[in-house]
T-cell receptor, first 115, second 114 residues
Framework: GAVVSQHPSWVICKSGTSVKIECRSL??????MFWYRQFPKQSLMLMAT?????????EQGVEKDKFLINHASLTLSTLTVTSAHPEDSSFYIC???????????FGAGSRLTVL | QKEVEQNSGPLSVPEGAIASLNCTYS??????FFWYRQYSGKSPELIMS????GDKEDGRFTAQLNKASQYVSLLIRDSQPSDSATYLC??????????????FGDGTTLTVKP
């Protein structure tokens, strides 16, 4: 079945630094990837939709200059949290689907802690 | 009104019982419906997808869809402690194969007691 690898699984960083999270589709071409954020005991909040080769579409209220998304290839999308602050601490999850597929495959998630 | 609403939890059932999880959605244009299971600290995993009115069964899981009532449910028969998790209902406007985004409900936490 479809597999999505997300890395790192957890990261701790100092306030003001930038953190990059990678999402890779291992056995299929991911034409579309989604990035979510989930705070404890809350549901998934979609941050942006990323289509290969084009700019990401951000959800309302998500700062595109703070959360940089790149989807340069059919197997890799990255989310960079720039100038991270403690309030950015959260569980970040990606999901991916191939063209014509009807379900999403989720990565294992990345837990970010900003000190 | 939220786009996708799930019955408030937590839901607790004894082992072997039927767990019933409910979800309503507001957009009549929705065409694709999914149930995901999420264990604490983990990412969601797909349990069921359903696109047509009626029931769809897969092992101990049955998804039920009623588009007229804008309602989708998940039944878990013979509930096991390993079913204890948060269940997320997700709804997508477009056809199953298009690239549209899914909207997730807040989830219902299920606890199955031995």
């Amino acid at each position: 079945g479809a597999v999505v690898s997300q890395h790192p699984s957890w990261v701790i960083c100092k306030s003001g630094t930038s953190v990059k999270i990678e999402c890779r589709s291992l056995d299929f071409q991911a034409t579309t990837m989604f990035w979510y954020r989930q705070f404890p005991k809350q549901s998934l909040m979609l941050m942006a939709t990323s289509n290969e080769g084009s700019k990401a579409t951000y959800e309302q209220g998500v700062e595109k200059d703070k959360f940089l998304i790149n989807h340069a290839s059919l197997t890799l999308s990255t989310l960079t949290v720039t100038s991270a602050h403690p309030e950015d601490s959260s569980f970040y999850i990606c999901s991916a689907k191939s063209s014509g597929a009807n379900v999403l495959t989720f990565g294992a998630g990345s837990r970010l802690t900003v000190l | 009104q939220k786009e996708v609403e799930q019955n408030s939890g937590p839901l607790s059932v004894p082992e072997g019982a039927i767990a019933s999880l409910n979800c309503t959605y507001s957009d009549r244009g929705s065409q694709s419906f999914f149930w995901y299971r999420q264990y604490s600290g983990k990412s969601p995993e797909l349990i069921m997808s359903i696109y047509s009115n009626g029931d769809k069964e897969d092992g101990r899981f049955t998804a039920q869809l009623n588009k007229a009532s804008q309602y989708v449910s998940l039944l878990i028969r013979d509930s096991q402690p390993s079913d204890s998790a948060t269940y997320l209902c997700a709804v997508k406007k477009g056809a199953p194969t298009n690239a549209g985004k899914s909207t997730f409900g807040d989830g219902t936490t299920l606890t199955v007691k031995p």
